[in-house]
């Protein structure tokens, strides 16, 4: 089981251990797959496969997003809360939620329109076997109803994945949105 606490983030929240000695290399086959893995659960996201999704889901996975303060000084550098957040999800949660989404979910109803680009992916291997540290950049831009306007979000994703049985399962998932004020209505969906 992860640690909420220290779960590869150091007090500064960068991910301990995601460095040039342990990166897994640009074009290899791990590396390969993984994104492979990233862009398959963006297309399952974005197409409302939420079977699909949760299927990519380790059974300990712990789902975050801290809120994100704006801070000066010497404490500027301080600013993702991990007290309080905008997620705080396990695998049971998120089968619920995943549940009313498919079914009956207000703040979904009609769905929204989603599409995610995840970029910047960097690979690390970690101290368990078959364990990969994988820090992403998400876009996401999402229409709902008949508005002409996209609500947006951006935000850095800080990921634990687990190679078990000829699969990847995200174990792990810490997103550090980008805005300390969300310009969306709502955040009803996954990240």
């Known amino acids: 089981m992860i640690d909420r606490s220290t779960a590869a983030v150091d007090k500064s929240g960068i ?67 991990r007290t309080m957040m905008h997620f705080d999800d396990t695998y049971e949660s998120l089968l619920m939620r995943t549940g009313r989404l498919s079914k009956s979910a207000w703040a979904e109803d009609p769905p929204s329109r989603t599409r995610r680009y995840v970029t910047n992916v960097r690979v690390g291997e970690t101290e368990n076997a078959d364990e990969y540290e994988v820090v992403s950049y ?24 687990r190679f078990a049985n000829g699969k990847y399962k ?9 805005q300390s004020t969300l310009s969306m209505s709502n955040l009803a969906v996954f990240l």
């Open 15 to 81: 991910m301990r251990g995601l460095t040039s000695k342990n990166r897994v290399p640009l074009g290899s086959e791990i590396y390969n797959r993984i994104l492979e893995t990233l862009y398959d659960e963006a297309a399952a996201l974005d197409e409302r496969r939420f079977d699909d999704w949760v299927a990519m889901l380790d059974k300990d996975l712990i789902y975050t997003a801290p809120i994100r303060l704006t801070r000066t000084g010497p404490n500027r550098d301080r600013d993702v809360m």
């Open 138 to 161: 998400l876009y996401l831009a999402r229409s709902r109803g008949e508005s002409p306007d996209y609500e947006k979000t951006t935000g850095e994703r800080r990921d634990v994945w």
């Open 170 to 178: 995200l174990a792990r998932r810490e997103i550090i949105l980008d």
